[in-house]
């Protein structure tokens, strides 16, 4: 260690009290985090790119510093997909301070990531006050069956009005219309309940069939409109 001659040349002070870092909840615990090792939590962050064309949605289950499960969604961007692959196998394994200071690819999932450490080294995950935390495999039930994002992708005009497109409960098919041709509802395929029993052998066209549902008053329509076609 170098000091400077002022330093040098000062005389020793004695410390005071030293009661160390401030607790913080970890998974129904209160700890005081001195090391890396010392942070558990899963929690979720968002991150963007720089001309902010898409973002990132990122999931990380912390055991004890070490990253045990990352679940990466993306909207926006094609290459972002890809480096969300490749983000995918780098993440697991690492520590929460090894993961900050990696290239994970993509602009937006390393803003994630950013964002991710800030709340788990301060104590402000979703797991803060669960006792033992969540499993690894629990990022999974944000997909739902399917393993599917929620995504919801709407687009409208002000000449043509509003079209849904995407909705939690899947692809939209046809929306709705009531009096004055307002949205009074909307058909939608579960994509991911349909390719699974694709995958088991159902007939695609009964798959579809199978997982078609609806919301709102679909069925007191006036009109059915195609989103993608009118």
């Known amino acids: ?18 009661h160390g870092p401030a607790p913080i909840p970890e998974e129904g615990r209160w700890v005081q985090a001195k090391q890396i090792g010392d942070i558990s939590g899963l929690t979720h962050g968002v991150g963007w790119c720089a001309p902010q064309q ?22 926006g961007c094609s290459g972002m997909t890809h480096s969300a ?3 995918a196998e780098i993440l697991q394994g ?27 080294a301060y104590g402000r995950t979703q797991t803060a006050f669960s006792e033992g935390g969540l499993p690894v495999g629990a990022g999974l039930e944000d997909l739902g069956k399917g393993l ?11 000449s043509k ?8 409960e899947g692809y939209v098919t046809r929306l709705a219309l009531g009096k004055d041709d307002t949205v009074i509802g909307y058909e939608f395929v579960h994509l991911g309940k349909a390719m699974q029993a694709i995958k088991k052998g159902t007939d695609a066209n009964q798959a579809i069939k199978d997982a078609t549902g609806s919301y709102g008053r679909f069925d007191e329509a006036i009109k059915y409109v195609d989103p993608r076609e009118e």
């Open 54 to 75: 898409g973002a990132c949605k990122l999931t990380l289950n912390v055991k004890e510093g070490i990253i045990e499960e990352a679940l990466i969604e993306t909207i």
């Open 85 to 87: 692959a490749m983000a």
């Open 94 to 120: 690492k520590t929460i301070l090894e993961a900050l200071n990696t290239d994970l690819v993509c602009d937006a999932i390393n803003t994630a990531m950013r964002e991710l450490f800030l709340q788990i």
């Open 161 to 168: 009005g509003v079209r849904y497109l995407e909705m939690a």
């Open 1 to 18: 260690m170098i000091y400077s001659s002022e330093v040098e040349a000062m005389c020793p002070v004695a410390k005071g009290q030293d």
């Open 148 to 158: 599917r994002s929620q995504i919801g992708t709407m687009y409208g005009t002000k």
